[in-house]
């Protein structure tokens, strides 16, 4: 897809959801390389992005991890992608295999409770003009 950096990851996340931009914050701080971009799903890239990676919204409506040219990852094999590229003691995370059906569905459990427990914003998160330049 034209116009993404290619030396990026980008992170696609739900722009109205209180944990995800807690879990963005989070990634900001710790991405040392410089390796993250992000993208909120609602938002007009977001969406261009998963028609172009043939993803379907109605199925999923959180993080997914997508690395252009190359592949998408979505649930706990993106999260566990991301954390293994963090500076901090997080990326141990990375050395467990919560991925496939266990880790899916702890990931789909909190996913699905997310709005409950930790609440929701009326619209996206707007950047600081620090930040502006992680966000695509």
């Known amino acids: 897809m034209e116009g993404l950096p290619l030396d990026k990851k980008i992170i696609l996340f739900?722009?109205?959801?209180?944990?995800?931009?807690?879990?963005?914050?989070?990634?900001?701080?710790?991405?040392?390389?410089?390796i993250f971009r992000f993208v909120a799903l609602q938002s007009e890239l977001g969406e261009k992005i998963l028609k172009h990676i043939g993803v379907d919204t109605s199925k999923v409506d959180s993080i997914i991890l997508y690395e252009p040219g190359i592949a998408y990852y979505y649930k706990a094999e993106a999260a566990m992608l991301i954390a293994k590229e963090l500076s901090s003691w997080h990326r141990i995370i990375s050395y467990f295999s919560f991925t496939g059906n266990f880790g899916n569905f702890i990931y789909d459990y909190i996913s699905k409770n997310r709005y409950k427990w930790y609440g929701k914003k009326d619209e996206c998160m707007i950047p600081t003009p620090e930040l502006k330049a992680k966000f695509l």
Do not use: A, E, T
């Open 14 to 34: 739900d722009g109205v959801c209180n944990l995800c931009d807690s879990s963005v914050q989070f990634i900001i701080k710790h991405d040392k390389k410089d």
